[in-house]
Structure formats: C-alpha cells, structure tokens
T-cell receptor
C-alpha cells in the first residue's frame, strides 16, 4: 500500500517568503507528527495531531510556524517569513494508533533551502 | 545534558565484523524505545523496538537497561548494506508517542 507522501520534495525560498509543506499520511492513521531535521542532526519534534486535534505544538520554534490537519487526514506545515535558520528537511510521520509502542512511518521529507 | 546521547562515529568496520552502538537517555519516564535506521538523504525507518528483556532480530540484538537509562544495539556479521546512520529513539511523553531522537551513529562497512 501507499506510504506517507510529502510535497514538494524540494523547496527553495527567498528569505521572507512564506512556504507551505504538505503531508499525506497513510490512510486511516490517527496520529500525525512533524519533525525538523537539520544537517548532521537527528529529527526534532515540531508538532503532533491526533485526528484533527493538534495536541502538542511545543516543538514549533516560533510563531512563524503553523500546522493544521483540518479533516484529520492531510496536514500542512506553514512557515511564514522564512529565515535562513529554517533551512532543513521537514519530515512527516504517521502511526495507526496513539500508543507509545506504535511504529511511526516517515515520509521522504521536504528539503527546504532558504536563501 | 541532551535527552538522547549517542556517539556520532563514524564506525568503520570490515564485512563480517561485529559492532555495538550505545545510547543513553535522560527522561526516566520514557516508556518505549527504538532503533531507527536512516540511509543517506532518506527518511528514518524502524529497525527494531527495544524491550527490557532484550530482543533479537536475525543479526541484530537490542538491549535496554532502565536502571542505567542505557540502550544498546549489536550487529553481528556486518554486511555492506548495513552502512547507514542508526538513530536511538525514545518516546518523550507518556500520553502519546512523540519521539526524541539521538543525533545518530554512522556505520560504514567496507569490503
């Protein structure tokens, strides 16, 4: 079956531009996560959705970052007024249930470069 | 202290070697533990979950020591295809499965 998909795969933005990154989780997966991975680092948590509810946004680095999942399936991560430090790979992951023991399936990521 | 600490490596080993990775974590409330594998410029993929009793999957053995807050991964009979970055991962919240990742340990297996 289809895995997690993300678009665009690559995005180049000029500093100050707004960007929107899309995530299509595996169908039926309740939990959806966004992570940010800088070069040479492990992924870092940004935000978590359980269906359409955003239960945790403690990892969002600033109020320029906003995420939504209005119908409990597709999610969008929006970054306003992009800065060079926002350059990273943004990974989306989904899991079937909410248990802490569930495997998370990752999408291929969106590589964002801010010039 | 970082929440999850790993030796970044790289570990350079010949084919057929046995190699061990270690990891420590700081959140004593963590309930679930994993090793993920990440190939260059690819997404992380689950290698195995880690249980207190220890668990084995083919050439891979994982151990968890809750008292010492220490996790290990042993790879026997290394293959060229094992070359990747291995991420030590723990859940960061008891209510749901948000994950905290280490920086990863790079393994390079040579012929």
């Amino acid at each position: 079956g289809a895995g997690v998909s993300q678009s665009p795969r690559y995005k180049v933005a000029k500093r100050g531009q707004d960007v929107a990154l899309r995530c299509d989780p595996i169908s039926g997966h309740v939990s959806l996560f966004w992570y940010q991975q800088a070069l040479g680092q492990g992924p870092e948590f940004l935000t978590y959705f359980q269906n359409e509810a955003q239960l945790d946004k403690s990892g969002l680095p600033s109020d320029r970052f906003f995420a939504e999942r209005p119908e409990g399936s597709v999610s969008t991560l929006k970054i306003q007024r992009t800065q060079q430090e926002d350059s990273a790979v943004y990974l989306c992951a989904s899991s079937l249930e909410t248990s802490v023991y569930n495997e998370q399936f990752f999408g291929p990521g969106t590589r964002l470069t801010v010039l | 202290r970082k929440e999850v600490e790993q030796d970044p490596g790289p570990f350079n080993v010949p084919e057929g070697a046995t190699v061990a990775f270690n990891c420590t974590y700081s959140n004593s409330a963590s309930q679930s533990f994993f090793w993920y594998r990440q190939d260059c410029r690819k997404e992380p993929k689950l290698l195995m979950s880690v249980y207190s009793s220890g668990n084995e999957d083919g050439r891979f053995t994982a151990q968890l020591n809750r008292a010492s807050q220490y996790i290990s991964l042993l790879i026997r009979d290394s293959k060229l295809s094992d070359s990747a970055t291995y991420l030590c991962v723990v859940n960061r919240n008891s209510g749901y499965s948000t994950l905290t990742f280490g920086k990863g340990t790079m393994l390079l297996v040579s012929p």
